[in-house]
């Protein structure tokens, strides 16, 4: 057990929430307040990491100790709810489950619930859910329960939990960040020098774990941080895809739709245009997903591609959409929606560019965030038209 804790600490970067700990990182569960919690944070945030991270310290020497039920809610179904969830994993940790068992542990305070991912419950299981866990509450006062959620799930209005938001990465944190992800001190130093002296429209979108990794991915590539956040995702899309598998000797990554990065390239441009045209927001349903990847082939060269590869390449290789809950799919940042739409602008010919600025004279509310990345890389036309 020690062992893993070390493993653990070696490249775990602790999560910070404002109100705790002097805004301090959380080492361990009982720096969290009395009651029951709701862990609030956006995609690429670590809300799953530090579940994990909780569970950990629950059986860690230092305080009280507690028997950690770690449990992703994506996984109840109308067959299995999640107090039968709860006994199976129980079971798992060898303790004989019966039900005065588990009163028994429960009612003590012996047990912690640490359920991640509310917004992953299937719809048609939410409310029986919320049912057994305001009964749970209810039932065992000493029980600690605590939930993980992206905003507006719900479960946030829910009587007798605290909603704790996690802290958003600053400047200070880059430094202890990159050594958790184990950059030699040389490396580290001149990247922390480098995002410092990035232009304020980069800082901006470093505001979570996830797309820090992904400006190091960047600077590895190309030894620096690009001046503009227009350079700075015309970048990325190719580091994502291609350098930084090139520097993993003999390690190609599968693309599951098949198509060669340009190709691919174009059309998740064109699929997010579409997306902006339509106002579907950051984060798109299954149906929205599906809508705006029809609508994207019309305006590309590709014959042929199935949705659900285009999709795991963008969500699982390109990492620049997670899933979010378990009918949502979410850009990384609203910045990337917005610039690979203008993209598509760029690219395109003029009659569709004509077209287009037309329609953002008449529609500037909708287009504003794309203009701004046109007004500099389509200056031409930008001046031109619009």
């Known amino acids: 057990r020690q062992r893993q804790m070390c493993i653990r600490d070696s490249f775990y970067y ?8 002097n805004g301090a990182g959380i080492d361990h569960i009982d720096q969290l ?51 039968q969830i709860i006994f199976d994993n129980l079971e798992l940790l060898g303790i004989t489950v019966t039900e005065d068992s588990v009163k028994y542990l429960a009612s003590k305070g012996y047990l912690v619930l640490l359920l991640d991912g509310f917004d992953e419950i299937i719809e048609s299981c939410l409310n029986e859910t919320i049912v057994e866990l305001d009964d749970f509450q209810r039932r065992y006062p000493k029980l600690k329960i605590i939930v993980s959620s992206r905003p507006g799930s719900g479960i946030q209005q829910m009587a007798g939990f605290e909603v704790l938001d996690l802290t958003p990465l600053t400047e200070d944190d880059y430094g202890p960040f990159l050594k958790c992800l184990q950059l030699d001190s040389v490396k580290r130093e001149s990247l922390i020098a480098a995002t410092n002296s990035a232009p304020d429209s980069v800082k901006e979108i470093i505001s979570t774990p996830l797309m820090l990794t992904l400006v190091v991915w960047v600077y590895e590539s190309e030894q620096e941080i690009p001046s503009t956040l227009r350079d700075f995702f015309e970048k990325l899309f190719h580091v994502v895809f291609t350098r930084h598998d090139s520097l993993k000797v003999g390690f190609t990554r599968q693309h599951y739709s098949g198509l060669s990065e340009t190709k691919l390239l174009r059309l998740f441009e064109s699929f997010c245009f579409m997306i902006v045209q339509e106002n579907f927001g950051r984060s798109l349903t299954r149906a929205e997903f599906n809508t705006a990847f029809i609508n994207a082939l019309e305006y590309s060269d590709v ?12 969500v699982k290789v390109a990492c620049l959409m997670l899933d979010d809950g378990l009918d949502l799919t979410t850009f990384l940042h609203k910045s990337i929606l917005d610039y690979y739409a203008a993209a598509f602008i760029m690219h395109s010919e003029e009659e569709l560019s004509d077209l287009f600025y037309e329609d953002a004279f008449q529609n500037y509310s909708l287009w504003q965030h794309v203009l701004f990345f046109l007004e500099d890389a389509d200056q031409y036309r930008y001046s031109k038209h619009y």
């Open 14 to 21: 602790p999560s910070k929430i404002d109100e705790i700990n």
């Open 33 to 83: 307040p009395i009651g029951n919690i709701v862990i609030q944070g956006i995609v690429g945030q670590g809300k799953s990491m530090f579940m994990r991270h909780l569970a950990c310290s629950a059986i860690n020497d230092v305080g009280k100790s507690y028997i950690p039920v770690f449990i992703e809610l994506q996984k109840i179904s109308q067959k299995r709810g999640l107090k």
């Open 303 to 314: 014959s042929e591609c199935d949705v659900d590869n285009f999709r795991k390449d963008i």
